[in-house]
């Protein structure tokens, strides 16, 4: 069955005529007839989904991917055209494929996750930059310029500047701009700070140690707070050396003992 032309003039050049075959395509029922005029109609419009996919190919994607994008959103198209509403398919067709590309590059090629507002702030600060570009030599157009140009403000200027470096990521491994020594960003990560574990051990053990008598409470604090060896704080109390290990020793048994027995989170 073949697609049907015809002569009269389109927008464009990959625009056939396939009125007809849609209405007849609308009141097939399921079967082999209208799974072929289906596939011809998708095939007669796969050089505009083409010309879509073309429109991007310059941000980064492969363009063989961005073709199978386009034909991907031309076949949703034919299906859920409906031509008693009395549009043309292709001002259908077009948003409905070009949907389907900038939602290709919103799930799959963005490195951060940007909500939808700022990409499109990110697209309207770049076209914007791009235009001034052309009439202002010398220098980059400033945000107060850009702002004016998109219509937008100042601060959504920055913060669509700001979404135009997550599309893409650096490795941790480039190196820094300016830098003449191979500084890169793995450098400037920093690591585990082991004084974390002591504060939370402090925590876990303040209340404890409040609770311990006066001379107990004592003996820990000049032992662990003031560095003093077990021969000066008996000598400071009046006491042998071996009853002040004896007394560091319970206490430091008792205050373990109820840490391990209390419940996460309950300290």
């Known amino acids: 069955m073949p697609t049907r032309f015809s002569a009269r003039p389109h927008p464009h050049d990959d625009a056939p005529d396939t009125a007809a075959d849609f209405r007849e395509l ?7 007839r209208r799974d072929t ?14 010309r879509l996919a073309g429109r991007f190919r310059s941000r980064g994607e492969n363009y063989d991917d ?10 949703k198209a034919v299906d859920r055209y409906d031509p008693e509403r009395g549009n043309a398919f292709e001002s259908y067709a077009v948003p409905t494929i070009t949907g389907e590309i900038k939602r290709h590059f919103r799930d799959h090629l963005w490195t ?15 076209t914007a930059g791009q235009d001034l570009s052309q009439t202002i030599s010398g220098r980059s157009p400033t945000v107060a310029e850009i702002a004016e140009h998109a219509d937008l403000s100042e601060e959504d200027v920055r913060e669509g500047q700001e979404a135009l470096e997550s599309f893409s990521a650096l490795s941790l491994d480039a190196a820094l701009p300016g830098s003449d020594d191979g500084y890169s960003l793995s450098d400037a990560l920093g690591g585990p700070d082991p004084a974390l574990d002591t504060v939370v051990d402090r925590e876990a053990v303040r209340k404890r140690l409040a609770a311990l008598p006066d001379r107990e ?8 707070f003031d560095d003093m060896t077990q021969s000066s704080i008996a000598e400071e109390l009046g006491i042998s050396q071996m009853h002040v290990s004896r007394l560091i020793t319970r206490c430091c048994d008792r205050v373990r003992e109820q840490v391990l027995r209390e419940p996460p989170g309950t300290s």
């Open 112 to 126: 951060l996750h940007v909500p939808r507002r700022v990409q499109d702030l990110r697209n309207r600060v770049r």
């Open 37 to 50: 005029l289906r596939d011809r109609i998708v095939e007669a419009w796969l050089p505009m989904a083409e």
């Open 26 to 32: 609308a009141v097939l029922p399921d079967g082999p």
């Open 217 to 224: 409470r004592a003996i820990l604090y000049m032992r662990f």
């Open 66 to 75: 961005l073709r199978q994008v386009a034909a991907l959103g031309l076949v």
